[in-house]
């Protein structure tokens, strides 16, 4: 399916192509390990996500559980956008382009960016799952995406687009399934040998508990 180029993003493309041609090339081969490590940091947040919600009930726990099935989710949808809209890489596109990683092979499409759109799906789930999660989760959203564009592989729209449909399928996801699988947490919870997973100090879940009951102190009990 031939595609039009917006002409900003061909022209933004090029600086930022010619600006990374300019620095050290240990800086250069640092970019392009970067924009596939970038988003271990997410794998490692997802992980943080499901240790903090142990100790908050079942329902932090669902959504910390959906964030990476909602960031895979983000990535499908991604996946199948570009098999349609098949976009030729700027690498291949782009006259005279020199880029920092290597060119992609052809019927491997450029829009929208798959990197871009799992950094957005991850930002999103994240955020639902602890909001504060985003002073980590949107700086390295932003930063993978832009690093695509940075090594040459995509265009500047690729990646803005890549963003907003993987944070719009992630969110739907993480939103639509939280009732079923906050359900689901509070019976695998009743399993012995998938609590200590789900909840902390041997307790359950509560259904609709984001946080620890309220201790009473020993006056307040004598008082009672």
């Known amino acids: 399916m031939p595609t039009l180029i917006p002409e900003p993003s061909t022209d933004a493309y090029r600086a930022v192509t010619s600006f990374a041609q300019d620095l050290p090339a240990w800086l250069q ?5 970067a924009t596939d490590l970038l988003l271990l940091g997410f794998a490692v947040l997802f992980l943080a996500l499901w240790w903090r919600a142990r ?4 329902r932090a726990m669902a959504a910390a559980l959906l964030a990476p099935v909602a960031t895979v989710a983000g990535y499908l949808v991604s996946e199948g956008a570009k098999s349609l809209i098949q976009e030729e890489r700027p690498c291949r596109a782009v006259a005279d382009a020199v880029t920092i990683a290597a060119c992609p092979p052809h019927g491997d499409w ?14 999103a789930a994240a955020f639902i799952a602890w909001r504060w999660s985003a002073a980590f989760a949107a700086p390295l959203a932003l930063l993978e995406a832009s690093s695509r564009v940075f090594v040459g592989v995509h265009y500047p729209h690729d990646v803005a ?3 907003l449909v993987g944070a719009v399928v992630a969110a739907a996801v993480a939103v ?3 009732g079923p699988v906050q359900a689901l947490v509070v019976r695998m919870a009743a399993v012995a040998l998938l609590r200590p997973l789900l909840t902390t100090a ?5 259904a609709g508990a984001d946080t620890a ?12």
């Open 161 to 163: 687009v890549g963003l």
């Open 213 to 224: 009951p309220p201790r009473t102190s020993h006056r307040q009990e004598t008082l009672r």
């Open 202 to 206: 041997g307790g359950r879940p509560r």
């Open 176 to 178: 639509a399934a939280r």
């Open 29 to 33: 081969s640092l970019a392009e390990a």
């Open 55 to 58: 100790g908050r009930g079942a």
């Open 110 to 123: 450029s829009f929208p960016s798959n990197h871009a759109a799992i950094a957005g799906a991850a930002l």
